[in-house]
Every structure is written in structure tokens, then in C-alpha cells.
């Protein structure tokens, strides 16, 4: 059952016609306070904590393309360019400061609340009452769940996420635009994620071409001759050419600088070799034992919705409870459990239920294809592949960082399924408005306990103390707990006075942003080790620095990650102390000198 806007009882504006978005005055007022809410919370992070394990190999790696170094040829890489071109884009225009990455974040952070916000307003607008407020709802916790609330440092899958949300919004809209060039813009876009995180924009970009492909074969199969079917036979046509357009650029431009071959070795046939779980692992999430019970409950409370007479208030007590319960145990776990990984796992087990539950509509709407071929029935099947295209990474639940608003566009369609199921009719209104709170509730206050415990963060060593700050103008901005940034800072104070500019250095892991803060050019292929990063053994390490003519090895000894993360290091550092000798004892790091 498929509702319309309503009009003058308060719920949605008369100018609510999803053909006629405008923007009233209480849209850009909430627009500006997810916003500002959003990029506050990336400041505030930003303004205690840093991973100088993902910071550096971000910063790192784009001062060195910003010198000149390219890529895929220069030197091995096993992500997509974007995120790292970007980067060496903000030093180029505006030095090597950290705070301007940061004010970066902020904004990337604060725009993806907003994208969100209107996205899911757009798809509840005309399926749901109060279809503004209910958005709202749904977008409110990303203020401290948003892209780049939990890893505030500049990041790849973070970045994917920001324009997960362009391409879809675009393919929200060009059906509403009517014109051929937005749409091949909007073809365009879906290719955008690709080049910014592999195994998030492959699937995103395969279910959004097989949607148009499916969409537009449909049309064709049932066409009749008239002006608004060939638009929107005209406007698919355009989705594709635009992403094929953009696809070819990509592959031309790459051909013309790293070599398209290149990039294929180290983004695809590399970075799968190292990453790739098993397929096994990945299903693990659905494996979670909350799912017994939470299952069930749902499944009760929907059949209770959809058989049981809406007029008794025993009905819709006992269905709002069975639904609410999932929601009501995460928050109830903030009580039951003190440790953060305990109250993270109780957030994190949301997942898999609303994953399922999203899953299980999406397939039962593709009914409705036989009616209307209309590509906004498979929008949850595109966020679908989007979302497990992203458990493709290490550490599974650890990756929904930065698509939390995937999952708020999710939510926002079981919500407008639930306010059309036909038996809540004039009822549901209060009973889907009451839920939306709820759920926003439970994943803003949990949510904001998860971002403030730094529980993603835990792989680091953050100590319960005031953060400590550089001293170096190139890392203004740059905060965290520990003795790391002293120590850095040392570190660079040694190397402007005892190392000349132009020699070659390898640091060892390289968890500190060295080149980034000193500028200087990087001699050494491996930009960090790392078993994801670096891709060469031992001997072919030591044969490279004998190579490329390193005269100054920089070991850290206090590493801020709790794991050492570089590959066979007694073995390496065995071959290299044939050739380097002990320099310096800095606090933290050992030099070494040829």
C-alpha cells in the first residue's frame, strides 16, 4: 500500500510533491544543525586523538604524489588513487599543514549527515506520513556516527562512503530532473566510488548498472508510445553512457600516467591476494546469536500487523514492544555491560538483523517491477551490495565505520514499509513516528558512546591522559594521547640537524608522517610496512635499500599500534644491520646510518 503526502494535517507541507523538492525554511535550518553537529564532532575527535598508523600512510603517500611521484609506477599501491590524490591536492593548494586535512573531514563529515538526510527524505516522501520528521529521525545519529565521526583521520573508506551517497542521490534524482545531461552526470557519478575504495564501489557500481540494465530492458519489453516512456527510456540510456564514459576516461588516464596494467596488478590482483577473506568469513556476521531472538520478534510483531485487527490496542502495544525490543536491549546494554567492546558488540549487532529484514523487502518489492519499472524499487538492493561490498575488508564489523549512513537509508525504508502495512490505516502515523524516535534514540545515544569509547580505535594505544600536541607548524592540528608526538617531534628536530635533505631514508614501520611534516622525497618504494602495504621479503627489502642508495635507517621502538605490523622484522632488520650501524637513541626511535 503506497501512501501520499499528507496536506494540511501538519505532517507534510502542500509543496511536499516529490516531482517539486524545495528547500522551506525548516529545511535549511535542520540541514545547517546536522551539519554543524556532524563536523563538530570530526573536530572534536580530531582534537584528541590520532591513529599515526592510518594518518601517516594517507599523509605520507600524498606528499609524495604532490612531488611528483606517480602511482602504481613509481611505487606500489595497493588502494585506489583518489582518497591520496585528493590529499596531495589540499598540499599542493595549501602547504603541508594537518589541520587543513582536518577541516577536510569536517566538512566531508557534515555534508554526508545532510546527504543522508535528504536522500531519505526523498525516498520516504509520498510512502510515508511525516515523512520529513521521520527522516530527520533517521539522519539525527549520524552527527555522531557520520562518515568520518569514528576514524576522523583523512581515509579511503570514508571517502567511499561521502560518494556512495553523490551517486545515489544523483540516481535519486535524475528521474525528477528530466534532463539527459544530469542523468549522464549521474552515470558518471556511479563510477566516482571505483577509484576511491575497490571492494565498496565494484559492487556498488555492478548493482547500479544491472539496476539500470533491468529498469531499462523492462521499459523497452512494455513500452508504449508516449513522450513520458521515451524520457525515461532516454534517461537510462544517458545513466549508462555516462557511466561507460566515465569508465573510459578512468582507464585512459590511468593508461596515459601509472599504466592501466599497473593498476590492475596492485588494486586487483595484489590488494586481493592480500585482503580478500573467505567468503565463509564474511557470511560470519549473519551468524551473531542475537539473531534467534531478535528474528523472531520481528517476524511476530509484522504478522500481528498484517493479520491481527488494528482496532485492539493489545495489537499494536504487543507489535511496537516485539519491534522495539532489539532497539531496547542496546540501550538496556549500556547498563548491563562496563567494557566498551561489550556495549560496540551489543551496537554492532544491529547490523545483521536490519540487514535482513532490508534484504528481505527488497525482494519482495521487486514485485511491484511488473507494475512500474521504476529503478527507486531496487535502491535497497544497490545499498545492499554497496554494504557487503565493504565487509570484503580485514576486519568485517570493523568496516562499517564509514557506512553507517548506508544503514540509516535502510532504516528509512523499513519505516516506509511499515507505515503501508494496510492494517495500522489511520493508526500508523503515531505507531511508525514512535519506532523512527526510538531507533534514533538507541543509535544516538549508542552510537555516541561507541564514537567517544574510541572502541574502532582499540587496534591503537591511547592512554587515559590529556592529548599531547606537535610543535611543528607543518602538524598543527595534530593531537593525541601517548609520548608519540614528542617523540616525533625529537625525531625531526634530529633529521632537520644531523640528516641532509636529499639523502634516502626507510623508516621502520613508518607509522609517523616524516615526509609529510619535512617534505622531503621518499627513495624507498614501500610507502609503509605493512603485510597489506608493503609487498616485498626481506631479502628484496635490503637488496632495494642497497639500490636506491638509503644512507639512514629510522627504527620506532615505541610503537603506538599494539601490534608491530611489520612483516618478517627480525629477519629484515637481520639483513640490514649488515650494512648500517647504530647513529643516534632518540626516545622512541633508533637511527641507523650507512
Given at each position: 500500500?503506497?501512501?501520499?503526502?499528507?496536506?494540511?494535517?501538519?505532517?507534510?507541507?502542500?509543496?511536499?510533491?516529490?516531482?517539486?523538492?524545495?528547500?522551506?525554511?525548516?529545511?535549511?535550518?535542520?540541514?545547517?544543525?546536522?551539519?554543524?553537529?556532524?563536523?563538530?564532532?570530526?573536530?572534536?575527535?580530531?582534537?584528541?586523538?590520532?591513529?599515526?598508523?592510518?594518518?601517516?600512510?594517507?599523509?605520507?603517500?600524498?606528499?609524495?604524489?604532490?612531488?611528483?611521484?606517480?602511482?602504481?609506477?613509481d611505487f606500489p599501491l595497493a588502494h585506489?588513487?583518489?582518497?591520496?590524490?585528493?590529499?596531495?591536492?589540499?598540499?599542493?593548494?595549501?602547504?603541508?599543514?594537518?589541520?587543513?586535512?582536518?577541516?577536510?573531514?569536517?566538512?566531508?563529515?557534515?555534508?554526508?549527515?545532510?546527504?543522508?538526510?535528504?536522500?531519505?527524505?526523498?525516498?520516504?516522501?509520498?510512502?510515508?506520513?511525516?515523512?520529513?520528521?521521520?527522516?530527520?529521525?533517521?539522519?539525527?545519529?549520524?552527527?555522531?556516527?557520520?562518515?568520518?565521526?569514528?576514524?576522523?583521520?583523512?581515509?579511503?573508506?570514508?571517502?567511499?562512503?561521502?560518494?556512495?551517497?553523490?551517486?545515489?542521490?544523483?540516481?535519486?534524482?535524475?528521474?525528477?530532473?528530466?534532463?539527459?545531461?544530469?542523468?549522464?552526470?549521474?552515470?558518471?557519478?556511479?563510477?566516482?566510488?571505483?577509484?576511491f575504495k575497490q571492494n565498496i564501489g565494484?559492487?556498488?557500481?555492478?548493482?547500479?548498472?544491472?539496476?539500470?540494465?533491468?529498469?531499462?530492458?523492462?521499459?523497452?519489453?512494455?513500452?508504449?508510445?508516449?513522450?513520458?516512456?521515451?524520457?525515461?527510456?532516454?534517461?537510462?540510456?544517458?545513466?549508462?553512457?555516462?557511466?561507460?564514459?566515465?569508465?573510459?576516461?578512468?582507464?585512459?588516464?590511468?593508461?596515459?600516467?601509472?599504466?592501466?596494467?599497473?593498476?590492475?596488478?596492485?588494486?586487483?590482483?595484489?590488494?586481493?591476494?592480500?585482503?580478500?577473506?573467505?567468503?565463509?568469513?564474511?557470511?560470519?556476521?549473519?551468524?551473531?546469536?542475537?539473531?534467534?531472538?531478535?528474528?523472531?520478534?520481528?517476524?511476530?510483531?509484522?504478522?500481528?500487523?498484517?493479520?491481527?485487527?488494528?482496532?485492539?490496542?493489545?495489537?499494536?502495544?504487543?507489535?511496537?514492544?516485539?519491534?522495539?525490543?532489539?532497539?531496547?536491549?542496546?540501550?538496556?546494554?549500556?547498563?548491563?555491560?562496563?567494557?566498551?567492546?561489550?556495549?560496540?558488540?551489543?551496537?554492532?549487532?544491529?547490523?545483521?538483523?536490519?540487514?535482513?529484514?532490508?534484504?528481505?523487502?527488497?525482494?519482495?518489492?521487486?514485485?511491484?517491477?511488473?507494475?512500474?519499472?521504476?529503478?527507486?524499487?531496487?535502491?535497497?538492493?544497490?545499498?545492499?551490495?554497496?554494504?557487503?561490498?565493504?565487509?570484503?575488508?580485514?576486519?568485517?564489523?570493523?568496516?562499517?565505520?564509514?557506512?553507517?549512513?548506508?544503514?540509516?537509508?535502510?532504516?528509512?525504508?523499513?519505516?516506509?514499509?511499515?507505515?503501508?502495512?494496510?492494517?495500522?490505516?489511520?493508526?500508523?502515523?503515531?505507531?511508525?513516528?514512535?519506532?523512527?524516535?526510538?531507533?534514533?534514540?538507541?543509535?544516538?545515544?549508542?552510537?555516541?558512546?561507541?564514537?567517544?569509547?574510541?572502541?574502532?580505535?582499540?587496534?591503537?594505544?591511547?592512554?587515559?591522559?590529556?592529548?599531547?600536541?606537535?610543535?611543528?607548524?607543518?602538524?598543527?592540528?595534530?593531537?593525541?594521547?601517548?609520548?608519540?608526538?614528542?617523540?616525533?617531534?625529537?625525531?625531526?628536530?634530529?633529521?632537520?640537524?644531523?640528516?641532509?635533505?636529499?639523502?634516502?631514508?626507510?623508516?621502520?614501520?613508518?607509522?609517523?608522517?616524516?615526509?609529510?611534516?619535512?617534505?622531503?622525497?621518499?627513495?624507498?618504494?614501500?610507502?609503509?610496512?605493512?603485510?597489506?602495504?608493503?609487498?616485498?621479503?626481506?631479502?628484496?627489502?635490503?637488496?632495494?635499500?642497497?639500490?636506491?642508495?638509503?644512507?639512514?635507517?629510522?627504527?620506532?621502538?615505541?610503537?603506538?599500534?599494539?601490534?608491530?605490523?611489520?612483516?618478517?622484522?627480525?629477519?629484515t632488520m637481520t639483513l640490514l644491520m649488515?650494512?648500517?650501524?647504530?647513529?643516534?637513541?632518540?626516545?622512541?626511535?633508533?637511527?641507523?646510518?650507512?
Amino acid at each position: 500500500m503506497v501512501r501520499t503526502a499528507a496536506g494540511p494535517s501538519g505532517s507534510e507541507p502542500p509543496d511536499s510533491d516529490p516531482s517539486k523538492p524545495r528547500w522551506a525554511p525548516r529545511d535549511w535550518v535542520a540541514a545547517a544543525i546536522l551539519f554543524a553537529a556532524t563536523a563538530a564532532v570530526v573536530l572534536w575527535q580530531n582534537s584528541h586523538v590520532a591513529v599515526l598508523f592510518d594518518l601517516s600512510y594517507i599523509l605520507n603517500t600524498a606528499e609524495r604524489i604532490a612531488a611528483g611521484q606517480v602511482p602504481y609506477r613509481d611505487f606500489p599501491l595497493a588502494h585506489a588513487p583518489l582518497t591520496f590524490l585528493v590529499q596531495a591536492a589540499i598540499i599542493r593548494l595549501t602547504g603541508r599543514v594537518v589541520f587543513h586535512h582536518v577541516l577536510y573531514v569536517a566538512l566531508m563529515g557534515g555534508l554526508g549527515t545532510v546527504l543522508t538526510w535528504r536522500i531519505a527524505h526523498a525516498s520516504l516522501r509520498g510512502r510515508a506520513s511525516a515523512a520529513w520528521w521521520l527522516a530527520l529521525l533517521v539522519a539525527a545519529p549520524l552527527s555522531v556516527l557520520g562518515i568520518y565521526c569514528i576514524v576522523p583521520n583523512p581515509e579511503y573508506d570514508c571517502d567511499c562512503g561521502f560518494w556512495l551517497l553523490v551517486a545515489l542521490w544523483m540516481l535519486q534524482r535524475f528521474t525528477v530532473k528530466a534532463n539527459v545531461f544530469f542523468g549522464f552526470a549521474a552515470g558518471a557519478a556511479l563510477v566516482i566510488p571505483l577509484f576511491f575504495k575497490q571492494n565498496i564501489g565494484l559492487p556498488f557500481l555492478m548493482a547500479a548498472i544491472g539496476a539500470v540494465l533491468l529498469v531499462f530492458a523492462l521499459k523497452l519489453a512494455g513500452r508504449r508510445h508516449d513522450s513520458s516512456e521515451a524520457l525515461g527510456t532516454r534517461m537510462l540510456f544517458a545513466v549508462l553512457a555516462g557511466a561507460c564514459a566515465a569508465l573510459l576516461a578512468a582507464a585512459l588516464a590511468l593508461h596515459w600516467t601509472a599504466g592501466f596494467g599497473n593498476y590492475l596488478h596492485w588494486t586487483i590482483e595484489y590488494a586481493g591476494h592480500r585482503r580478500l577473506p573467505a567468503l565463509s568469513f564474511m557470511l560470519g556476521v549473519y551468524h551473531d546469536p542475537t539473531l534467534l531472538w531478535t528474528v523472531p520478534c520481528v517476524v511476530i510483531a509484522l504478522l500481528l500487523l498484517r493479520v491481527a485487527p488494528a482496532k485492539y490496542l493489545w495489537v499494536r502495544i504487543a507489535a511496537f514492544a516485539l519491534l522495539a525490543a532489539p532497539f531496547l536491549f542496546t540501550l538496556a546494554s549500556l547498563l548491563m555491560y562496563d567494557d566498551a567492546d561489550e556495549r560496540g558488540d551489543s551496537l554492532l549487532a544491529l547490523w545483521p538483523l536490519l540487514l535482513l529484514l532490508a534484504a528481505v523487502l527488497a525482494i519482495a518489492n521487486l514485485r511491484s517491477l511488473r507494475r512500474k519499472a521504476s529503478l527507486h524499487t531496487l535502491f535497497p538492493l544497490i545499498v545492499l551490495a554497496a554494504i557487503h561490498g565493504t565487509f570484503m575488508s580485514q576486519q568485517l564489523w570493523g568496516s562499517t565505520y564509514a557506512i553507517w549512513p548506508l544503514l540509516a537509508l535502510l532504516v528509512a525504508d523499513l519505516l516506509a514499509f511499515l507505515d503501508g502495512v494496510s492494517s495500522l490505516r489511520a493508526r500508523s502515523r503515531r505507531f511508525v513516528s514512535s519506532l523512527a524516535l526510538l531507533i534514533s534514540v538507541t543509535l544516538l545515544v549508542c552510537g555516541g558512546f561507541y564514537t567517544a569509547s574510541e572502541e574502532r580505535l582499540s587496534y591503537a594505544n591511547l592512554p587515559d591522559e590529556p592529548p599531547a600536541h606537535s610543535a611543528f607548524p607543518q602538524l598543527a592540528g595534530l593531537a593525541t594521547p601517548g609520548p608519540y608526538l614528542p617523540e616525533i617531534d625529537e625525531l625531526l628536530r634530529y633529521a632537520q640537524a644531523n640528516i641532509p635533505f636529499d639523502d634516502g631514508i626507510v623508516l621502520i614501520p613508518g607509522e609517523e608522517p616524516f615526509y609529510f611534516a619535512t617534505g622531503r622525497v621518499p627513495r624507498f618504494p614501500a610507502p609503509f610496512f605493512d603485510p597489506t602495504i608493503d609487498p616485498y621479503s626481506p631479502e628484496e627489502t635490503a637488496a632495494l635499500v642497497g639500490s636506491r642508495n638509503i644512507r639512514w635507517l629510522i627504527v620506532k621502538t615505541d610503537l603506538q599500534t599494539k601490534m608491530d605490523p611489520t612483516p618478517d622484522r627480525a629477519e629484515t632488520m637481520t639483513l640490514l644491520m649488515n650494512e648500517f650501524t647504530l647513529a643516534a637513541h632518540l626516545r622512541g626511535y633508533d637511527v641507523y646510518r650507512r
